[in-house]
């Protein structure tokens, strides 16, 4: 047999194609990292404006008109309100202006992101200083000294999200390339729970009590960590049900390429472009991380809608793999195809 023959047998029309589409993920990968990230800038940051009422509307004008549109300002009855609507995360940042004084408050909350914390403080000081005023600035909830630029609560879930679709895709090729019968299905789902649970866990003693990296209850983090393991898992698993070893790149496209960079990790959501920003809650990296800055740094608030964005994949994917998993009648059929198979092949030799 030729080289070229050897060639022709060892590159398979199913081979090349399974070549190009890993081709395809690592330039989308290229694309979509540089694309979120290459040049963040802040653009309708939720704002918050306390001031008199007779300078309050101009104010917020004035904020609303800053060339590219970095601010979303609104008015805010009190100091207080505004620092409660921090905490609830319906603002990023509030200006107190004081009635008295030429020196106005900047309230801000690195620990939902040191990025665009230090963002809202260069745009205020520009924009005071323009007024002749000055500003000082009040972080109401800053982050752990340990938590360099707030990065930790993104790289903790990033953890989470591999180890789901790596053991969807361990459990997906144990047998080979077999589909998932009923049997086979509800084992790796019970397995894939189990396995969450443990991750979970994991993860939240590390981040917590052995490196000191967040703050927020442990056990919180623990269930955050199970749910988003689980909900990676099970859409992995779907999704090579459904479509076989393509299914794990496809898996990989949503969390990876699409799901992390438009997490709101690196730079907070404000920061992204548009298409990112509006991608990003949706997938599980996005709402695990903003769930898990939520409990480390925000009192637990504003986490109902991400859980929710991962239970619905958790449910979808479960649902997914045990519906696509009775198209078989069960493990009895495929013992009795490999049965047929070895006797057949017994018999031929």
């Given at each position: 047999?030729?080289?070229?023959?050897?060639?022709?047998?060892?590159?398979?029309?199913?081979?090349?194609?399974?070549?190009?589409?890993?081709?395809?993920?690592?330039?989308?990968?290229?694309?979509?990292?540089?694309?979120?990230?290459?040049?963040?800038?802040?653009?309708?940051?939720?704002?918050?404006?306390?001031?008199?009422?007779?300078?309050?509307?101009?104010?917020?004008?004035?904020?609303?008109?800053?060339?590219?549109?970095?601010?979303?300002?609104?008015?805010?009855?009190?100091?207080?309100?505004?620092?409660?609507?921090?905490?609830?995360?319906?603002?990023?940042?509030?200006?107190?202006?004081?009635?008295?004084?030429?020196?106005?408050?900047?309230?801000?909350?690195?620990?939902?992101?040191?990025?665009?914390?230090?963002?809202?403080?260069?745009?205020?000081?520009?924009?005071?200083?323009?007024?002749?005023?000055?500003?000082?600035?009040?972080?109401?909830?800053?982050?752990?000294?340990?938590?360099?630029?707030?990065?930790?609560?993104?790289?903790?879930?990033?953890?989470?999200?591999?180890?789901?679709?790596?053991?969807?895709?361990?459990?997906?090729?144990?047998?080979?390339?077999?589909?998932?019968?009923?049997?086979?299905?509800?084992?790796?789902?019970?397995?894939?729970?189990?396995?969450?649970?443990?991750?979970?866990?994991?993860?939240?003693?590390?981040?917590?009590?052995?490196?000191?990296?967040?703050?927020?209850?442990?056990?919180?983090?623990?269930?955050?960590?199970?749910?988003?393991?689980?909900?990676?898992?099970?859409?992995?698993?779907?999704?090579?049900?459904?479509?076989?070893?393509?299914?794990?790149?496809?898996?990989?496209?949503?969390?990876?390429?699409?799901?992390?960079?438009?997490?709101?990790?690196?730079?907070?959501?404000?920061?992204?472009?548009?298409?990112?920003?509006?991608?990003g809650p949706a997938l599980p990296p996005g709402a695990g991380t903003?769930?898990?800055?939520?409990?480390?740094?925000?009192?637990?608030?504003?986490?109902?809608?991400?859980?929710?964005?991962?239970?619905?994949?958790?449910?979808?994917?479960?649902?997914?793999?045990?519906?696509?998993?009775?198209?078989?009648?069960?493990?009895?059929?495929?013992?009795?195809?490999?049965?047929?198979?070895?006797?057949?092949?017994?018999?031929?030799?």
């Amino acid at each position: 047999m030729t080289f070229v023959d050897e060639v022709k047998n060892a590159v398979t029309p199913r081979a090349a194609l399974l070549v190009i589409g890993v081709l395809g993920l690592q330039l989308l990968f290229i694309a979509s990292y540089v694309g979120a990230l290459h040049k963040p800038k802040p653009t309708d940051v939720a704002f918050g404006v306390v001031a008199p009422q007779q300078m309050s509307q101009q104010l917020v004008s004035r904020l609303d008109g800053l060339p590219g549109g970095p601010l979303d300002p609104r008015t805010v009855s009190s100091e207080a309100e505004a620092r409660e609507q921090i905490m609830n995360r319906d603002i990023d940042g509030a200006l107190i202006v004081s009635p008295e004084g030429s020196t106005d408050t900047l309230l801000v909350a690195s620990g939902g992101g040191t990025v665009l914390s230090s963002a809202l403080e260069r745009i205020l000081t520009q924009v005071e200083a323009g007024q002749q005023r000055t500003v000082r600035t009040v972080d109401v909830t800053p982050a752990s000294p340990d938590d360099f630029d707030g990065l930790s609560s993104f790289y903790l879930v990033v953890g989470w999200c591999v180890g789901g679709y790596l053991c969807a895709s361990i459990l997906a090729i144990s047998a080979g390339t077999k589909p998932a019968n009923r049997q086979r299905a509800l084992i790796r789902t019970a397995v894939m729970a189990v396995y969450a649970v443990a991750g979970g866990i994991g993860g939240a003693v590390i981040i917590g009590p052995i490196l000191g990296a967040l703050p927020g209850s442990v056990w919180g983090l623990a269930g955050l960590g199970a749910l988003v393991v689980f909900s990676v898992g099970m859409i992995t698993l779907a999704l090579e049900a459904l479509t076989g070893i393509v299914g794990i790149g496809l898996a990989v496209l949503i969390i990876v390429i699409a799901g992390n960079p438009s997490a709101g990790g690196a730079f907070p959501l404000p920061m992204l472009p548009d298409f990112w920003r509006a991608i990003g809650p949706a997938l599980p990296p996005g709402a695990g991380t903003w769930v898990a800055r939520s409990i480390a740094y925000f009192r637990g608030n504003a986490a109902t809608g991400p859980l929710l964005v991962l239970s619905a994949w958790a449910v979808a994917g479960t649902a997914l793999t045990l519906l696509l998993s009775m198209r078989r009648r069960g493990g009895r059929d495929d013992e009795s195809a490999g049965t047929a198979t070895s006797t057949g092949g017994s018999t031929a030799v």
